[in-house]
């Protein structure tokens, strides 16, 4: 029986990699990068997505094939969708987790066939606070009771506030059962290595539970926990210290926030009671003294019924501003589409690395589409290189 070809019986090339590194040493969208010990053949990301599409939590074919995919097509590094410290912190009954041991296997199989094309393997891992037990958005956004394998009565954040009337109301979390949730993270991030992860992104961002601790739009907590900025951080960062402590040193931990919560359309807008970007600028710098890599700067959905700005690139000043003002490392993510114009954010030094995540799901062709678009030669995987038809005209001079 014949081996099935992987990277390693093709070319020692991995798809997405700059095979001219002359002629495209100017394009950063395809300039390599190191971070600690991991080193991505590209800046292109692709931002973690929920698929709804576990069972018990564990990965399956549709993650292999959904990855995969992306792999194959030369992203440089691939942050695999919210998976949960606990069965109670996802979003849906049918979301990935990773807080038991017989979840890694399967997770390591989507990662080794991540691998397999050179490509890093990145996992974001998350606790949906008083956001979870409801519905994937294809079977209909709601709350899921028991009888349906949700968790209604059983969910949890800072205060007794839900999110909106759809949502469960949630219990307060109490001193104790802060301490076993920041355990859960740190076990978490234990088996994510096991499994082979590259880089790891905790999920501070979009109205979960580390958000809901950060804001005061969703904490009102009177204890130590809550009020002041400084308290108010004190359990995200309790569970970025425990994850650093026990994610390997040669390994980049990233870290997603949202920016703002967007309790006013204006990017700016101070909301120092809330949540705001100059918060995230000081929760940032925070972050960079625990030993965080990177910061995937997004924003909102911690508030209902806010409207949000919906020009391309809305988010890139966040990660401007994280970048400049807490001197670190960041992403940028949110409507980047068109390859030209993620290139410029680079080029102008507003972010360090480019995350797509609906653009992927429209083209997981991207990364190749953006190098053509960019003047890149990259190299294609060799079962499609047949494809890759400005290489062949190049060289046979025919189709």
Request: charged share 25%.
């Amino acid at each position: 029986m014949y081996p099935i070809p992987t990277l390693a019986h093709n070319t020692k090339v991995a798809p997405g990699t700059a095979v001219d590194t002359e002629a495209a040493k100017d394009v950063l969208l395809f300039k390599p990068s190191t971070i600690r010990s991991v080193t991505l053949k590209n800046r292109v990301v692709v931002a973690p997505m929920c698929m709804y599409s576990s069972h018990d939590g564990a990965m399956n074919d549709f993650h292999l094939a959904h990855y995969f995919s992306f792999a194959l097509r030369g992203a440089g590094l691939i942050i695999m969708e919210a998976t949960a410290v606990e069965p109670q912190g996802r979003i849906s009954p049918h979301d990935s987790g990773l807080w038991k041991d017989e979840q890694i296997a399967p997770l390591k199989r989507v990662v080794d066939a991540i691998k397999s094309q050179g490509a890093v393997a990145g996992l974001q891992i998350a606790h949906a606070g008083r956001k979870a037990s409801m519905g994937s958005p294809f079977a209909g956004y709601r709350l899921v009771p028991e009888s349906e394998e949700g968790w209604a009565n059983d969910i949890w954040g800072p205060s007794e506030l839900p999110f909106d009337e759809k949502h469960g109301k949630p219990h307060e979390l109490s001193k104790e059962q802060l301490k076993v949730l920041v355990q859960k993270w740190a076990d978490t991030a234990v088996r994510a290595d096991k499994a082979g992860i590259e880089v790891l992104e905790i999920h501070s961002a979009h109205g979960y539970l580390m958000h809901n601790f950060l804001s005061g739009n969703s904490n009102k907590r009177t204890d130590e926990y809550g009020g002041s900025l400084e308290n108010r951080m004190r359990f995200p960062l309790e569970i970025v210290r425990a994850v650093r402590a026990v994610w390997p040193e040669h390994k980049p931990l990233w870290v997603r926030f949202s920016s703002s919560d967007f309790k006013d359309v204006d990017h700016f807008a101070h909301d120092k009671d809330g949540w705001d970007v100059y918060q995230a600028i000081e929760y940032a710098k925070e972050l960079k003294k625990i030993g965080v890599d990177v910061i995937d700067c997004s924003s909102g959905g911690n508030v209902s019924r806010v409207k949000y700005p919906t020009a391309p690139h809305f988010q890139v000043p966040f990660a401007e501003a994280v970048k400049r003002d807490a001197d670190i490392p960041t992403g940028a993510v949110g409507l980047i589409t068109d390859p030209r114009e993620a290139e410029k954010v680079l080029q102008e030094n507003k972010a360090d690395y480019i995350l797509l995540a609906r653009e992927f799901l429209r083209d997981a062709n991207w990364t190749m589409r953006a190098a053509r678009e960019l003047g890149v030669h990259v190299k294609w995987s060799g079962q499609y290189e047949r494809a890759d038809q400005e290489r062949w005209v190049g060289k046979n001079g025919k189709l």
